[in-house]
T-cell receptor, first 114, second 112 residues
Framework: DAGITQSPRHKVTETGTPVTLRCHQT?????MYWYRQDPGHGLRLIHY???????DKGEVSDGYSVSRSKTEDFLLTLESATSSQTSVYFC?????????????FGDGTRLSIL | KQEVTQIPAALSVPEGENLVLNCSFT??????LQWFRQDPGKGLTSLLL?????REQTSGRLNASLDKSSGRSTLYIAASQPGDSATYLC???????????FGSGTKLNVKP
């Protein structure tokens, strides 16, 4: 299995609080991605990174920010969590951004916002 | 905006049956299509990737086909086993940047 660790695995928090999810990889892959998975929507890309300090928006980036200060860590922050951000969040990595490169996924973080 | 649809949402079959999972996408200008497997509480595992220039890919009992002109892909599973029970997702890359649009998946249950 690809060396991807997401933390925390589960979190319950209240509306309006800040939340940070962490993705840590041991593969030294250049590309890292954050997705959310909701019933009836499949996975949707939130943000991705193509190198240290290099990030870009995905399909559903509103309300989220990301940071990547080291190759191995990609952080997803909800500045002020809302109930609509209750979801399962997945991190993925790939060696490059070339089409056809396999993406390897972490086991997800289940986030509940009350 | 690319829309990816998977039908049926759920499927239950007896062990040993051959089965087909369907995926359709609205914009035929894609660079590749991938099929993934997701087990409960786990992330996704890539099963097969089909480049836009290819018609099909095979891995063991799995065969995926791609018809770009009609916006369709199928995943064929031969001689299904209870261990095949999982959710199967297809995803398309429309921009050549390895960023995917996913379907919502087909939940497969193979009964012993």
């Amino acid at each position: 299995d690809a060396g991807i660790t997401q933390s925390p695995r589960h979190k319950v928090t209240e509306t309006g609080t800040p939340v940070t999810l962490r993705c840590h990889q041991t593969e030294n892959h250049r590309y890292m991605y954050w997705y959310r998975q909701d019933p009836g929507h499949g996975l949707r890309l939130i943000h991705y990174s193509y190198g240290v300090k290099d990030t870009d928006k995905g399909e559903v980036s509103d309300g989220y920010s990301v940071s990547r200060s080291k190759t191995e860590d990609f952080l997803l922050t909800l500045e002020s969590a809302t109930s609509s951000q209750t979801s399962v969040y997945f991190c993925a990595i790939s060696e490059s951004g070339e089409t056809g490169q396999p993406q390897h996924f972490g086991d997800g973080t289940r986030l509940s916002i009350l | 905006k690319q829309e990816v649809t998977q039908i049926p949402a759920a499927l239950s079959v007896p062990e040993g049956e051959n089965l087909v999972l369907n995926c359709s996408f609205t914009d035929s200008a894609i660079y590749n299509l991938q099929w993934f497997r997701q087990d409960p509480g786990k992330g996704l595992t890539s099963l097969l990737l089909i480049q836009s220039s290819q018609r099909e890919q095979t891995s063991g009992r799995l065969n995926a086909s791609l018809d770009k002109s009609s916006g369709r892909s199928t995943l064929y599973i031969a001689a299904s086993q209870p261990g095949d029970s999982a959710t199967y997702l297809c995803a398309v890359d429309p921009y050549n940047f390895n960023k995917f649009y996913f379907g919502s998946g087909t939940k497969l249950n193979v009964k012993p």
